[in-house]
């Protein structure tokens, strides 16, 4: 082995996939991939810089872990990703301890980093084209960090959205679809390897195969992952409402594997403020697209998120938004702040919202979405559903694991006990005895 390298992911589960194909190369290259960073020789942070709070998380990170040099065994500290992409030209001079930074479209390149880096040199900088395509020869290859039972698929890198409080587009580059054909190579090598549950992400999963198939594509990519023996469950993440095709819808509707769930970030319920964020949407569209959902599936659960405090926003805006969520009532729902970012048009737009206007309208919504939900976990009271197992607590001897309506980190979960031994990665179908206002509590039975 050329020597032991750690990992420390930050960020959103695309970073996760960047990371564990990372780690693949580096085994690839003779490398020990280890878990405790100081016994690591390289330590590798995949960073993130979506908004203020990660690109605060991402610098605390790279200090904290820099201490490994002084009181660990590592030689070298490589910065990747979205914050190596954007601030390349500060990490040096303001954080001198690390050692080579590599790009959103450079991570593939990370063994030859560490290679460099154990050879004595300082300083690495690797960027590239953030247009570049993706080699999907490297994607199998990757080392999963989720539990063995579920994976995430990426399936197309960038975002042609070009939103106003957005700088996705800058640090990743223009959508790149990848091929069907290595989507569904990578996916049986999934199931191959233990996978149940796929989890379908992108910057814009909606528009999927528009770059290369000339027409979006998704739904004949999900019809063909379906085929894949093994996968059980496919769970469907950052679809658009404006570029959700019927033919999605369809398909969705038809596939038992599928999971009647779909995350939508829709952002606003008021008009001129989805107009001032480059929405290319309506409410009514929105509406519209929910309907033909909720008509298809009537058991679908839908998850989004908002932005409070974007600039500009009235009072009545924000009725709008809280009339839109109360009236639609989303299964889940996540709220957050407005962030000015550098480099975006909204950071410079008149009308910024004071921070605790923006913090009291966030609260706002999620006390309305709290409703919202424990109504809805309540009409599973009584029933029984189909969970995977994704652990158990030992001291409570409880079991942990999730509906069809659960996204893995995101979502709630399904508490139960049982009166058999249960694995992570087993189904259990669990009566429902209580309801949380997020959380379901029941028991495992035959």
Request: aromatic letters at 8%; one cysteine or more.
């Amino acid at each position: 082995m050329k020597a032991k390298i750690a990992f420390i992911s930050l960020g959103c589960d695309k970073n996760r996939v960047d990371s564990e194909v990372m780690l693949g190369l580096l085994r690839e290259r003779g490398f020990e991939p280890v878990s405790d960073e100081g016994e690591a020789e390289i330590i590798v942070i995949n960073t993130c810089c979506f908004i203020k709070d990660a690109l605060e998380e991402s610098i605390e990170t790279i200090i904290e872990t820099a201490r490994y040099k002084e009181n660990g065994k590592c030689r070298g500290l490589i910065v990747a990703g979205c914050l190596a992409q954007r601030y390349e030209s500060e990490i040096f001079s303001e954080l001198p301890e690390v050692d080579a930074v590599l790009g959103t479209t450079a991570y593939e390149r990370v063994a030859e980093a560490a290679e460099r880096i154990l050879n004595g040199e300082k300083n690495i900088k690797m960027l590239e084209d953030v247009n570049a395509p993706m080699d999907e020869a490297n994607a199998p290859k990757r080392i999963l960090s989720t539990p063995g039972h579920y994976a995430y698929l990426k399936i197309s890198e960038g975002c042609d959205n070009h939103c106003t409080y957005c700088v996705i587009p800058k640090m990743r580059g223009r959508h790149r679809s990848r091929t069907m054909e290595s989507l569904v190579e990578e996916t049986r090598k999934l199931a191959e390897d233990g996978v149940k549950e796929l989890l379908v992400v992108a910057q814009d999963t909606s528009i999927y195969g528009r770059d290369i198939y000339g027409e979006p594509k998704l739904h004949e990519l999900l019809e063909r992952l379906c085929g894949v023996d093994g996968i059980e469950w496919i769970r469907l993440l950052y679809c658009y409402p404006e570029t959700l095709t019927d033919e999605t819808i369809r398909v969705m509707a038809e596939q038992d594997k599928i999971c009647k769930y779909i995350d939508m970030p829709i952002q606003h319920g008021s008009n001129t403020v989805l107009k001032r964020m480059g929405r290319r949407t309506s409410s009514a569209l929105i509406e519209e697209r929910i309907g033909a959902l909720r008509a298809a599936m009537p058991d679908i659960c839908l998850r989004t998120t908002v932005i409070t405090g974007f600039p500009g926003e009235t009072e009545e805006e924000f009725k709008e938004l809280a009339d839109f969520v109360e009236r639609v009532k989303f299964d889940r729902l996540g709220a957050f702040t407005f962030s000015p970012e550098d480099g975006t048009p909204a950071a410079v737009m008149d009308g910024q919202i004071d921070e605790k206007v923006k913090e009291e309208r966030k609260n706002y919504i999620m006390e309305l979405q709290k409703t919202v939900s424990a109504a809805k976990c309540g009409e599973f009271a009584g029933k029984t559903m189909r969970v995977i197992v994704d652990g158990k607590m030992p001291e409570e001897g409880v079991y942990c694991g999730r509906s069809y309506r659960d996204a893995p980190d995101i979502d709630g979960m399904v508490f139960f006990t049982a009166d058999y031994d249960i694995m992570s990665g087993d189904w259990a179908d669990v009566r429902i005895d209580e309801a949380g206002d997020y959380d379901l509590m029941g028991e495992a039975v035959y």
